[in-house]
């Protein structure tokens, strides 16, 4: 089993949809998660960061943690045309001033279409 | 804001050949990695580095050396290029400061430079 699992799709939704993202882990040490927003051919930027379990919201975009489950989740509300990229999750088991390591999902490529 | 700046968008380099990617970061950072970035496979680690003229290998080190001379900047290299190398390369750096709570598992990304060798 691999450690992090995302869908890869392709995801392609109307403007306005709800998008659903997920991705499912299998180390229980995880407790720092985040979504990271890749536009093509660009690098990766942080998009959402949650610490442990619960909910954050930044405008149109909510993250969801659910560490009994082993799933963390982001949503995007209204989604527009800018939205389509490939969103990578990536999680971390410490936040130790010499941990280094980032365990990245594959990434979702989601369209939106006008 | 953190910048990450890589010196090529785009190479084009043929089989055999010394290749060198450049990384810059700008906000005085002792972490910095390499990765490639392949369809299907996600990202992949090469090398990092804690500090200067410190580095350790990532899970895929085949191939490549890296370089850190100064803390700003981290090379790596391709000794002699082959074609399973052509690929998406990534750098990112991260603090290592315990005062940064949270801040400390973020990594900062480059823009990629695209290789492909011919």
């Known amino acids: 089993q691999k450690e992090v699992e995302q869908d890869p799709g392709p995801l392609s939704v109307p403007e306005g949809a709800i998008v659903s993202l997920n991705c499912t882990y299998s180390n229980s040490a995880f407790q720092y998660f985040m979504w990271y927003r890749q536009y093509s051919r660009k690098g990766p930027e942080l998009l959402m960061y949650?610490?442990?379990?619960g909910n954050k919201e930044d405008g149109r975009f909510t993250a969801q943690v659910d560490k009994s489950s082993k799933y963390i989740s982001l949503f995007i509300r209204d989604s527009q045309p800018s939205d389509s990229a490939t969103y990578l999750c990536?999680?971390?088991?410490?936040?130790?001033?010499?941990?280094?390591?980032?365990?990245f999902g594959k990434g979702t490529k989601l369209s939106v279409i006008p | 804001d953190v910048k990450v700046t890589q010196s090529s968008r785009y190479l084009v380099k043929r089989t055999g050949e010394k290749v060198f990617l450049e990384c810059v970061q700008d906000?005085?950072?002792?972490?910095m990695f390499w990765y490639r970035q392949d369809p299907g496979l996600g990202l992949r680690l090469i090398y990092f580095s804690y500090d200067v003229k410190m580095k350790e290998k990532g899970d895929i080190p085949e191939g490549y050396s890296v370089s850190r001379e100064k803390k700003e900047r981290f090379s790596l290299i391709l000794e002699s290029a082959s074609t399973n190398q052509t690929s998406m390369y990534l750098c990112?750096?991260?603090?290592?400061?315990?005062?940064?709570?949270?801040?400390?598992?973020?990594?900062?990304f480059g823009a990629g430079t695209r290789l492909s060798v011919l």
């Open positions: 990536a999680m971390s088991a410490n936040s130790g001033a010499g941990s280094y390591q980032l365990t």
């Open positions: 990112a750096s991260k603090t290592r400061d315990r005062r940064a709570t949270l801040a400390k598992n973020i990594q900062y």
């Open positions: 906000m005085d950072h002792e972490n």
């Open positions: 949650t610490y442990s379990s």
